[in-house]
């Protein structure tokens, strides 16, 4: 199976080539197109749907491939289905508009997220934003769902997207599928941050990284590694968070918001909840379930990805700064942010 979009397509469909608008067809006329195919055909389309549709079908062979006919370069429909599925990828192309500088950072998950939001909010001046550059242009369509955050700092013009992904794995896979992305669709993103947590240790979390990076030409840079003209900076969340009255497993950013809240003083309000719920429950809390205590103690009645972002923004700046420098994670920020020497206060 051949899929080819983008504006020069007469020159990758022969003859037999199967030319299909999506114009005029409701989704039942697509789904029993895409059900007539084999599997050796070349189709031509500018479809979302019926992308999507093809990718899923024919996502297992490496030979069933998406063709960009602006750079000749080729996803394979594994590939294609899992941007669309993780990143709603835009796999048509064209990604034209203003060039910025411009940082991606994959984390883990939505409070992952807006956790990381709230600290380029606060640190580095960054602001909401609606108006992508062409780096960002494929996900423009993503933020009117929520999905991501898109932000961009007004005095210098430069934009950051934080992308949540579904654990190490989701972060990793992401990352991958980026990369190749970039070098398909021919657009730029000059650095990438990959947080994810240690687990097990530093070494492991870093080589999950570099053995995404190994289907790449690649060196190093002095806080990460170099692809093409991507730098991907990794972000490793590893600062325990150790209270006789929390149960700790593995670093995570949940322990970078106990810290946060043992700093600004509301982890001592909460205490003697904590110490009555463990007597009562016969164990000890686990970080999640403190942090729901914290919300409540803090009167937020809102969801934990609001009060994480929240409470970040509300939060002493040395504080802050200080947790995210012993958690070794300052620099890497700033990079991404590209204000080194900028942080606030």
């Given at each position: 199976m051949r899929i080819i979009t983008g504006n020069r397509f007469e020159e990758f469909a022969d003859e037999k080539a199967i030319l299909f608008p999506e114009y005029w067809k409701n989704r039942d006329k697509l789904i029993e197109f895409a059900s007539s195919l084999r599997e050796d055909e070349t189709v031509v389309t500018s479809s979302l749907e019926v992308v999507d549709l093809l990718s899923e079908r024919f996502k297992k062979s490496e030979e069933n491939v998406l063709i960009y006919s602006d750079t000749?370069?080729?996803?394979?429909?594994?590939?294609?289905?899992?941007?669309?599925?993780y990143l709603d990828f835009d796999v048509r192309g064209g990604f034209s508009g203003e060039e910025a500088k411009t940082s991606i950072l994959f984390v883990e998950g939505k409070t992952?997220?807006?956790?990381?939001?709230?600290?380029?909010?606060?640190?580095?001046?960054?602001?909401?934003?609606?108006k992508p550059p062409r780096g960002l242009r494929f996900i423009e369509r993503v933020f009117e769902r929520d999905n991501f955050d898109l932000l961009e700092r007004e005095s210098d013009g430069v934009f950051l997207a934080v992308i949540?992904?579904?654990?190490?794995?989701?972060?990793?896979?992401?990352?991958?599928?980026?990369?190749?992305?970039?070098?398909?669709?021919?657009?730029?993103?000059?650095?990438?941050?990959?947080?994810?947590?240690?687990?097990?240790?530093?070494?492991?979390?870093?080589?999950?990284?570099?053995?995404?990076?190994?289907?790449?030409?690649?060196?190093?840079?002095?806080?990460?590694?170099l692809v093409g003209g991507t730098e991907v900076v990794p972000l490793i969340i590893g600062l325990p968070f150790e209270d006789e009255l929390v149960e700790w497993k593995k670093p995570a950013v949940e322990d970078l918001m106990l810290h946060l809240i043992a700093r600004e003083s509301l982890l001592e309000r909460i205490k003697p909840g904590i110490k009555a719920l463990n007597e009562s429950l016969g164990r000890k809390l686990k970080p999640k379930e403190v942090m729901y205590l914290a919300l409540s103690a803090y009167g937020h009645w809102g969801n934990l990805e609001g009060f994480y972002e929240?409470?970040?923004?509300?939060?002493?700046?040395?504080?802050?700064?200080?947790?995210?420098?012993?958690?070794?994670?300052?620099?890497?920020?700033?990079?991404?942010?590209w204000a080194e020497g900028r942080g606030r206060r």
């Open positions: 000749g370069k080729a996803l394979t429909l594994k590939e294609v289905y899992e941007l669309r599925k992952d997220a807006k956790f990381f939001k709230a600290v380029f909010k606060k640190l580095f001046d960054f602001r909401e934003s609606r949540p992904s579904e654990g190490n794995s989701g972060v990793i896979r992401n990352l991958g599928n980026f990369l190749r992305a970039i070098e398909v669709f021919d657009f730029s993103v000059e650095r990438i941050g990959v947080a994810i947590d240690i687990d097990e240790n530093r070494e492991s979390a870093l080589a999950s990284i570099t053995g995404k990076l190994s289907d790449f030409r690649h060196g190093e840079t002095a806080l990460g590694y929240l409470f970040v923004m509300r939060s002493r700046f040395r504080n802050l700064k200080a947790i995210l420098r012993e958690a070794g994670l300052m620099g890497g920020l700033q990079h991404l942010a």
